[in-house]
């Protein structure tokens, strides 16, 4: 039986909205934005260059369109193990043979401990020489996995989601998992041809792309769509059009009319879900950020007698206010210490990117603005736009508020979370010093009761369970957790083994994307004590 349908004409096209998300992505792993649209036409031109049938080529044009989704899920591992800028790793790893040991040599020493001071260089390379390699396989599979899972929501094809979890294999098998040939399913296949091709044009023009594939025919590309793509650009300019004002158009129309997926209402929600979860797994203290900002904001809103309208506009553009902290590195995000002014700046650039994001779709951009203003204050001095009382409305000062509350009240690298009551006082200073709203703090503070919310429901975890994991979240190692928990090693292991094998996971990272979408957010345990 056939997966696609026919779309009713009320429903926008998912793949406007996802095109949109796809720059998020782009600016995860440091490529040139409309890096993912340049993928998704080489790959939908390369599939109908091989004659398949629509429901494979609506399968290629969704790996290639959402692979770089599941992009935040390795940032604070990669992070942390190279001693370096995540988004450099990526950027300059997309064009790296991992075949090719001189090559990965290269890529260690240039890399590994480019991020602190130089006299620890020599132990940054030698931990990036004993870990680094299992920690990019680690990586890849949590991508792919968190990707798959996020796809997952939006009603994506099953076929096209095995293929998310084979965004890095290889036709030789030397790829992450090490599957081979032709069990890598076949929208995979070609997404790896177009994927060489646009990265190599990215850092080195249409030349260099095409040498590459040839070079890659029958290693790590399959022949077959390899020369299906030699083919085509060598019958015309295909390269030279990825640059042209029109791309997203030209690459809309690659997904097959017969069956165009449509964004439902339910599918908006779990939209912007996957959004959320994007941009809070991007490091271990956001997660569940903005889940909790989102909840919180419309119960507040609720207090206040905000109408539905209002209300839903409100819930998305919480879940979505951070979906620009895609582009900041992990060296900033994870930073124990205080940032530097130019870090300073790359922070607050995150509320431009979300708005800009969203802005490129017509779906999400009615969003878009008040996503934006998230760090907006009353007097002008808040973030990127420096707006005033005048040009924010109610539901950008709920969501200020919402976000001031449950940043407070949560861990982050500098300190610890700020006791409820403290959050509280500090929120009214800034009421009475002009920069948040003094009905949407008291709204917040009334609503909130005094804890944040959390993660405190797993679905098919057990209590037990989820204490391991919402502790592995925040980047505890499993003897950190043992010791948290007054448990062996051994016992923390036998949890993670059960909760990896119930959400059907191999990484962290899955792991807690699967159970936040499967639990729910509300009231911690009150502290012993």
């Not at 091989?50 to 599941?70: C, K, M």
């Not at 998992?177 to 044009?201: C, S, Y």
């Not at 008040?370 to 009353?378: D, N, P």
Request: charged share 25%; net charge negative; with cysteine.
């Amino acid at each position: 039986m056939p997966h696609t349908r026919p779309v009713p004409s009320s429903y926008p096209r998912l793949a406007e909205a996802v095109a949109a998300l796809s720059l998020a992505g782009d600016l995860g792993m440091g490529f040139p934005l409309e890096h993912a649209l340049r993928v998704t036409y080489l790959a939908g031109r390369t599939a109908e260059a091989l004659g398949l049938d629509p429901d494979q080529r609506l399968n290629v044009f969704y790996v290639s369109l959402l692979h770089g989704i599941g992009c935040t899920a390795d940032a604070h591992d990669l992070a942390s193990v190279f001693a370096a800028d995540d988004i450099t790793l990526k950027y300059a790893g997309a064009v790296l043979d991992d075949a090719d040991q001189v090559a990965t040599l290269r890529y260690v020493f240039g890399f590994a401990g480019s991020s602190g001071p130089a006299f620890l260089r020599p132990v940054a390379i030698a931990r990036a020489l004993r870990r680094g390699d299992a920690a990019f396989r680690d990586g890849l599979r949590a991508h792919c996995e968190v990707g798959e899972l996020l796809v997952a929501r939006l009603g994506v094809p099953d076929v096209a989601r095995a293929g998310m979890l084979a965004l890095f294999e290889r036709w030789d098998g030397r790829g992450a998992q090490q599957v081979a040939g032709n069990d890598v399913p076949l929208a995979a296949r070609i997404f790896h041809v177009a994927k060489v091709a646009v990265a190599h044009f990215d850092h080195a023009g249409p030349a260099a792309a095409i040498a590459a594939v040839e070079a890659a025919a029958g290693r790590e590309l399959e022949p077959a769509p390899a020369q299906a793509f030699l083919d085509l650009t060598a019958g015309e300019p295909v390269m030279a059009s990825l640059l042209e004002a029109d791309l997203l158009d030209r690459t809309l129309e690659l997904e097959p009319s017969e069956g165009r997926l449509e964004l439902a209402a339910e599918r908006g929600d779990a939209l912007f879900g996957a959004i959320a979860d994007m941009a809070d797994i991007k490091s271990p203290w956001l997660v569940g950020h903005s889940r909790a900002v989102s909840t919180l904001a419309v119960a507040a809103a609720r207090r206040l007698g905000v109408g539905p309208a209002d209300l839903e506009l409100l819930g998305r553009s919480a879940l979505a206010h951070d979906l620009g902290r895609v582009c900041v590195s992990n060296t900033i995000l994870d930073r124990p210490g205080p940032l530097a002014p130019a870090q300073w700046e790359v922070v607050r650039l995150h509320a431009y990117h979300t708005e800009r994001i969203l802005l490129r779709s017509a779906a999400l951009a009615p969003y878009a603005a008040t996503a934006g203003l998230h760090h907006e204050r009353l007097d002008g001095t808040g973030y990127h736009r420096g707006a005033r009382a005048p040009s924010l409305p109610p539901v950008a000062r709920i969501l200020a508020a919402a976000d001031v509350y449950q940043a407070m009240t949560s861990a982050r690298p500098q300190r610890d979370a700020i006791e409820s009551s403290r959050a509280v006082e500090l929120m009214r200073a800034e009421v009475r010093a002009g920069r948040l709203d003094r009905d949407a703090v008291e709204a917040i503070v009334a609503t909130a009761q005094g804890r944040p919310l959390r993660l405190v429901g797993g679905g098919r975890l057990s209590p037990r369970e989820v204490e391991v994991l919402e502790l592995l979240a925040r980047g505890l190692s499993t003897r950190e957790v043992a010791a948290r928990l007054s448990i062996t090693e051994k016992t923390v292991r036998h949890h993670v083994e059960h909760i990896y094998d119930k959400l059907g996971v191999s990484t962290r990272a899955a792991a807690v994307v699967a159970a936040i979408g499967e639990g729910r957010l509300g009231e911690p345990p009150a502290r012993s004590g």
